[in-house]
T-cell receptor
Framework: GENVEQHPSTLSVQEGDSAVIKCTYS??????FPWYKQELGKGPQLIID?????GEKKDQRIAVTLNKTAKHFSLHITETQPEDSAVYFC????????????FGKGTKLSVIP | DTGVSQDPRHKITKRGQNVTFRCDPI?????LYWYRQTLGQGPEFLTY????????KSRLLSDRFSAERPKGSFSTLEIQRTEQGDSAMYLC?????????????FGEGSRLTVL
């Protein structure tokens, strides 16, 4: 089955700096890669996703890049703000309509004011 | 609030007892998912319904676990003879059929503590 590795497990940045979280996946058949943000006491919420036919996608301060050959994808957050502090999860699946996402173990991001 | 609703939010039980969790998906979402999340880990897929049909179950779903969605609306997840290893957050999510995005809409979860 699919295996998703995520690094780092914790990340502290100064407000205004950039944060980068990296993930690798094992199954070359995976073609859909979402990122979820989970705040304390809440369920995960989708922040951005990318499909395998796209190398990069941006949404305001958030961007995701995908390298299919190397089987890795990354989340980039620029101009970090205290409200960006949360746990971020990457995931992979065989298609956006797939019922089964395989998640990484998460990265706890702390943005220091 | 029209999001995914889960009940109860917290459940503390003794080992060997049975527990049941309920999930009300977003209205008109016909796909419903259960995931389990243990401390410091990402969510793990348990099972998936399309309408009332349970189409897939993970190997994580032992014989002590049973999920139902009898009328294709709300779903229940029952754990029989709970064990300490069952302590986790049980997350429910839903999506509409034929969605062109892969977004799962998660509820806030039901946290189970088995003493």
């Amino acid at each position: 089955g699919e295996n998703v590795e995520q690094h780092p497990s914790t990340l502290s940045v100064q407000e205004g700096d950039s944060a980068v979280i990296k993930c690798t996946y094992s199954d070359s058949a995976s073609n859909y890669f979402p990122w979820y943000k989970q705040e304390l006491g809440k369920g995960p919420q989708l922040i951005i996703d990318i499909r395998s036919n796209v190398g990069e996608k941006k949404d305001q301060r958030i961007a995701v890049t995908l390298n299919k050959t190397a089987k890795h994808f990354s989340l980039h957050i620029t101009e970090t703000q205290p409200e960006d502090s949360a746990v971020y999860f990457c995931a992979a699946s065989k298609g956006a309509g797939s019922y089964q996402l395989t998640f990484g173990k998460g990265t706890k991001l702390s943005v220091i004011p | 609030d029209t999001g995914v609703s889960q009940d109860p939010r917290h459940k503390i039980t003794k080992r060997g007892q049975n527990v049941t969790f309920r999930c009300d998906p977003i209205s008109e979402h016909n796909r419903l998912y259960w995931y389990r999340q243990t401390l410091g880990q990402g969510p793990e897929f348990l099972t998936y319904f399309q309408n009332e049909a349970q189409l897939e179950k993970s190997r994580l779903l032992s014989d002590r676990f049973s999920a139902e969605r009898p009328k294709g609306s709300f779903s229940t997840l029952e754990i029989q003879r709970t064990e300490q290893g069952d302590s986790a957050m049980y997350l429910c999510a839903s999506t509409p059929a034929g969605a062109n995005t892969g977004e799962l809409f998660f509820g806030e979860g039901s946290r189970l503590t088995v003493l």
